[in-house]
Each structure stands twice: as structure tokens, then as C-alpha cells.
């Protein structure tokens, strides 16, 4: 079955470790999006890619970092200069095509605990 | 700019009664409109959309949704709760023919319970 793998679910991180969270898809999709969500505020993007070797910023782009060396891997590292890391990151991917209704699907989500 | 508004970050139903998930929005164009489920520590599935064609739109799992214009709404229902219905739910809105979902903008959720 076709889907989106983000691992690990739960981390453990002290203060200042950087952390990398992987995202796999084997959906073909172009773009892929990592979104974090903090209760009572849904969802916030951090970073996109619509192609291989390229990506942008989204809203709360600050302490994290991406790579997108291979169509099917998107890591979201989250760095020691993000100040409030402990959230719950979702993984997503779409098609890139020009309608603008493109569904995202999502992986199962990695919680990040800070401690 | 566009923007969409959940109201009720928590509502509760008795099993077999009607759901109703309000979601307003705000948009200068015609809009793309979206609900999506999330359970406990999974990620979202989409459970319909609204493309500008048919106004009353139909899900998965009984539940379907109404666009209307005038009143810029885009409000969930469902007739009849079932405890399987406990989740959060994810209003969203988009530009029509805008090419990338990175210019999808959700609400802030709304925690549906079901009373025994």
C-alpha cells in the first residue's frame, strides 16, 4: 500500500541536540510539506518542496532545516536554535498540479518531547 | 488573504444525535474548501472537499458538508453520531488554481466527543 512513513513516533531530545525526523513516501508524489501542531492551533507550515533539491520556507521556517536529495525523502531536522521545540511534526505530500485542490496525505505524525 | 475560522474548539454529542462543525471562511477569491479528520496521535485524512461544483458535497463515513457562498460557511454534518465519530477536525481553505498545497490554510480544529 501507497502512503507516507515518518519515524521515529516519539522522541526524547535535551536541550540543545539537534534532532532529524524522516519522512518516506512511495505515493510518486512531487511535493512534500512538514507541518507542525500545537493544541488549539492546527496546523503551521515549516517547509516545502516541490521538487528534488529545492524547498521553501513556510510560516515558522526558524530552527529547523530540510534536505530533499531524493524524490521520496523529505528529513526535518529541528536545531538547538528552536526555542520551543516540543510538538507534534506531521509529514505530508500532494501531487503538483494546477487545479489548487490538491489533497494533501499525511504520515502518522513524530512527537517531540524536549526535556 | 484568506483565512478560515472553527467555532467550538470542543463540542459534544450524544451517540445517534446530529453532528454539526461549524467553519467560516474569508477569501477575496473563489475558494477551495477541505475537511479533514484527525484521531488521537494519527495524522489528518481528508474526509471531503469542495471544488465549486456541486455545493453539497459528500465523505466518507456519512458525513457531508454544504458550501454556501453568502454566508461563507462551509459547516460538517452528519445525521446521526457514532462513537467511532470522536476525533479532531480540520477545517481548511485554499485558492482555486493555485498549483502547490502549500497555500492551504487550516483552522485551528475542533475536538468532536460522543456521549454513551
Known amino acids: 500500500d501507497g502512503g507516507i512513513t515518518q519515524s521515529p513516533k516519539y522522541l526524547f531530545r535535551k536541550e540543545g541536540q539537534n534532532v532529524t525526523l524522516s519522512c518516506e513516501q512511495n505515493?510518486?508524489?512531487?511535493?512534500m510539506y512538514w507541518y507542525r501542531q500545537d493544541p488549539g492551533q492546527g496546523l503551521r507550515l515549516i517547509y516545502y518542496s516541490q521538487i528534488v533539491n529545492d524547498f521553501q520556507k513556510g510560516d515558522i521556517a526558524e530552527g529547523y532545516s530540510v534536505s530533499r536529495e531524493k524524490k521520496e525523502s523529505f528529513p526535518l531536522t529541528v536545531t538547538s536554535a528552536q526555542k520551543n521545540p516540543t510538538a507534534f511534526y506531521l509529514c505530508?505530500?500532494?501531487?503538483?498540479w494546477g487545479s489548487g485542490a490538491n489533497v494533501l496525505t499525511f504520515g502518522a505524525g513524530s512527537r517531540l518531547t524536549v526535556l | 488573504a484568506q483565512s478560515v475560522t472553527q467555532l467550538g474548539s470542543h463540542v459534544s454529542v450524544s451517540e445517534g444525535a446530529l453532528v454539526l462543525l461549524r467553519c467560516n471562511y474569508s477569501s477575496s477569491v473563489p475558494p477551495y474548501l477541505f475537511w479533514y479528520v484527525q484521531y488521537p496521535n494519527q495524522g489528518l485524512q481528508l474526509l471531503l472537499k469542495y471544488t465549486s461544483a456541486a455545493t453539497l458535497v459528500k465523505g466518507i463515513n456519512g458525513f457531508e458538508a454544504e458550501f454556501k457562498k453568502s454566508e461563507t460557511s462551509f459547516h460538517l454534518t452528519k445525521p446521526s453520531a457514532h462513537m467511532s465519530d470522536a476525533a479532531e477536525y480540520f477545517c481548511?481553505?485554499?485558492?482555486?488554481?493555485?498549483?502547490?498545497?502549500?497555500?492551504?490554510?487550516f483552522g485551528s480544529g475542533t475536538r468532536l466527543s460522543i456521549r454513551p
Open positions: 505515493l510518486n508524489h512531487d511535493a
Open positions: 505530508a505530500s500532494s501531487i503538483l
Open positions: 481548511a481553505v485554499t485558492r482555486s488554481g493555485y498549483s502547490s498545497a502549500s497555500k492551504i490554510i
